[in-house]
């Protein structure tokens, strides 16, 4: 059983960098074929997708956030993180790390971590 966990702060100050981490166990970031994602819900808004890093470390990023995203590893920790920089109260959502199985038109998001809430506000 895989299990995905987000830990990082609650609250952050517009203009600074947003920092989270998701710690997986039951399963190593490293195992072919797939893909560990963030992915984000505003209030009262849908999902809405940052980005991932495979399992070879490779990085792909929503076009609306790249200029702003860095995914990056931990293998010896089996940790990946993500920083969002220049955040504003648009940022504010619950955040999300979830595991992808890629495959072409029928990729899906086996297991999810319970998300956390991040408040862009000073």
């Known amino acids: 059983q895989v299990q995905l966990q987000e830990s990082g702060p609650g609250l952050v100050k517009p203009s600074q960098t947003l920092s989270l981490t998701c710690t997986v166990s039951?399963?190593?970031?490293?195992?072919?074929?797939?893909?560990w994602n963030w992915i984000r819900q505003p209030p009262g808004k849908g999902l809405e997708w940052i980005g991932y890093?495979?399992?070879?470390?490779?990085?792909y990023y929503s076009p609306s956030l790249k200029s702003r995203t860095s995914i990056s590893r931990d293998t010896s920790k089996n940790q990946f993180t993500l920083q969002l920089s220049s955040v504003t109260p648009e940022d504010t959502a619950v955040y999300y790390c979830?595991?992808?199985?890629?495959?072409?038109?029928?990729?899906?998001?086996?297991?999810w971590g319970q998300g956390t809430q991040v408040t862009v506000s000073s």
């Open positions: 039951g399963g190593s970031i490293t195992t072919n074929y797939y893909y």
């Open positions: 979830a595991r992808e199985i890629p495959a072409y038109g029928s990729s899906s998001y086996d297991y």
């Open positions: 890093i495979t399992y070879t470390g490779n990085t």
